[in-house]
């Protein structure tokens, strides 16, 4: 893979030290879809490109998209823009998203013929498009804050691919994992070593953190949680490239509804756990100990009211966290569209008020 040009030195690295624990003088903070319909900009940019899909594969088109919502609020991180289903895509499957459906595929993998003849994409090739992109947005920051790469848990990968699509009961994916174990752990395994190779693509192009959202774990029981899902990130994780020039790329694991399971999450080898806002994020903090750091958790419908409230239910967030390094602040899932962005700038421009109380020595 190309070496990119020599990175400038990052300005702002609150979200690295804050995903490392260390000391710092305020809570960094971004948001989970931060790009995207809720911002006009980017609607209009998405409507000259024709759909989503062309916006993702198009490079220049995806770094001027991630930097949409820096020009707007002082956020503390730049999230590449793409998406989790590039993989399957990449894996042959045909990706497209029918209007107001959601994403589909053209050719889910329902058999064991299907599985065994699944490629693992090399990401210098099928998904050079985002390699790219990584390194387009990198050049265009400037050192300004860091990058997060990111890619789908193989479990969360594999429902999209089985079911053709989303789904509200996870029919067949659950019949595949009851019924035939095996053939969902082949699967698995062949989006384990895929999504591995990617996200260290994304690090060699220049991603400074990166996450793995594991969106559909929370569907699964305890066992099968650990034997399906958790199980793969350890292993992804371990083969993640640990540092690059010199400095660590802290990973993020976040299992929407793993509540229960944050204990085992922090045991993975994530230097961070995502929580989202089903959790009291102090309980959180007192469960997982200095293991990790945690990314969250004010529930989006917390946007919808109007910025006095949204306010309170920052400070509220900054207080269960409590004093000390180790939180990045963040929505408890993706910002939903409907949402009025001075309602999102409440919520950033109040994460950098009244967060350095919780910082001083
Ligand atoms: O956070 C960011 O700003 C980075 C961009 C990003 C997108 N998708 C852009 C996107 C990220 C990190 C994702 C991850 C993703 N994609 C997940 C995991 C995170 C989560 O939300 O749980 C999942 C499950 C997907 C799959 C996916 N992509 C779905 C279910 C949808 C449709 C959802 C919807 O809101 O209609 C998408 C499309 C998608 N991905 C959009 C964006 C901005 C909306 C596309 C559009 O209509 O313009």
């Given at each position: 893979m190309a070496e990119s040009a020599v990175p400038a030195p990052l300005d702002n690295d609150r979200l690295l030290r804050a995903l490392l624990r260390e000391p710092l003088d305020r809570t960094p903070v971004w948001m989970m879809r931060q790009a995207g319909r809720y911002l006009p900009e980017y609607r209009k940019l998405?409507?000259?490109a024709g759909s989503f899909l062309a916006l993702c594969q198009n490079p220049e088109l995806a770094c001027a998209v991630t930097l949409q919502p820096l020009e707007?609020?002082?956020?503390?991180?730049a999230i590449l823009f793409s998406d989790i289903l590039t993989i399957p895509h990449a894996m042959g499957r045909g990706l497209y998203f029918a209007a107001g459906e959601g994403p589909r595929f053209e050719r889910p993998v329902r058999t064991e013929s299907d599985i065994r003849a699944l490629p693992v994409p090399d990401p210098g090739d099928s998904l050079r498009y985002v390699t790219d992109a990584v390194s387009l947005i990198r050049r265009e920051l400037c050192g300004r804050v860091p990058l997060i790469g990111f890619a789908g848990s193989p479990w969360t990968l594999a429902t999209y691919m089985v079911e053709g699509?989303?789904?509200k009961n996870f029919a067949l994916a659950k019949a595949m994992l009851y019924g035939r174990p095996d053939l969902m752990h082949q699967l698995l395994e062949k989006l384990a070593q895929s999504v591995t190779s990617y996200l260290n693509a994304q690090v060699e192009a220049g991603a400074q953190a990166l996450m793995i959202f594991d969106t559909w774990g929370g569907v699964l029981t305890p066992a099968a949680y650990r034997e399906f899902s958790?199980?793969?990130a350890e292993q992804i994780i371990a083969g993640l490239l640990k540092s690059r020039g010199g400095r660590r790329v802290p990973v993020v694991f976040f299992t929407k509804n793993g509540g229960p399971w944050l204990e085992a999450?922090?045991?993975t080898?994530?230097?961070a756990l995502g929580v989202d806002w089903t959790q009291d994020i102090g309980d959180a903090r007192r469960r997982v100990g200095a293991r990790v750091a945690l990314q969250g958790n004010l529930d989006p419908g917390v946007l919808y009211a109007p910025p006095?409230?949204?306010r309170e239910h920052v400070a509220s967030v900054l207080e269960e966290y409590g004093h000390g390094s180790g939180h990045v602040f963040n929505l408890g899932h993706g910002i939903h569209p409907e949402?009025?962005?001075e309602h999102a700038r409440a919520m950033i421009e109040a994460v950098h008020t009244l967060s350095p109380g919780y910082h001083t020595t």
């Amino acid at each position: 893979m190309a070496e990119s040009a020599v990175p400038a030195p990052l300005d702002n690295d609150r979200l690295l030290r804050a995903l490392l624990r260390e000391p710092l003088d305020r809570t960094p903070v971004w948001m989970m879809r931060q790009a995207g319909r809720y911002l006009p900009e980017y609607r209009k940019l998405r409507q000259q490109a024709g759909s989503f899909l062309a916006l993702c594969q198009n490079p220049e088109l995806a770094c001027a998209v991630t930097l949409q919502p820096l020009e707007r609020f002082p956020l503390d991180a730049a999230i590449l823009f793409s998406d989790i289903l590039t993989i399957p895509h990449a894996m042959g499957r045909g990706l497209y998203f029918a209007a107001g459906e959601g994403p589909r595929f053209e050719r889910p993998v329902r058999t064991e013929s299907d599985i065994r003849a699944l490629p693992v994409p090399d990401p210098g090739d099928s998904l050079r498009y985002v390699t790219d992109a990584v390194s387009l947005i990198r050049r265009e920051l400037c050192g300004r804050v860091p990058l997060i790469g990111f890619a789908g848990s193989p479990w969360t990968l594999a429902t999209y691919m089985v079911e053709g699509g989303s789904s509200k009961n996870f029919a067949l994916a659950k019949a595949m994992l009851y019924g035939r174990p095996d053939l969902m752990h082949q699967l698995l395994e062949k989006l384990a070593q895929s999504v591995t190779s990617y996200l260290n693509a994304q690090v060699e192009a220049g991603a400074q953190a990166l996450m793995i959202f594991d969106t559909w774990g929370g569907v699964l029981t305890p066992a099968a949680y650990r034997e399906f899902s958790l199980r793969y990130a350890e292993q992804i994780i371990a083969g993640l490239l640990k540092s690059r020039g010199g400095r660590r790329v802290p990973v993020v694991f976040f299992t929407k509804n793993g509540g229960p399971w944050l204990e085992a999450m922090s045991e993975t080898g994530a230097d961070a756990l995502g929580v989202d806002w089903t959790q009291d994020i102090g309980d959180a903090r007192r469960r997982v100990g200095a293991r990790v750091a945690l990314q969250g958790n004010l529930d989006p419908g917390v946007l919808y009211a109007p910025p006095d409230v949204i306010r309170e239910h920052v400070a509220s967030v900054l207080e269960e966290y409590g004093h000390g390094s180790g939180h990045v602040f963040n929505l408890g899932h993706g910002i939903h569209p409907e949402v009025d962005p001075e309602h999102a700038r409440a919520m950033i421009e109040a994460v950098h008020t009244l967060s350095p109380g919780y910082h001083t020595t």
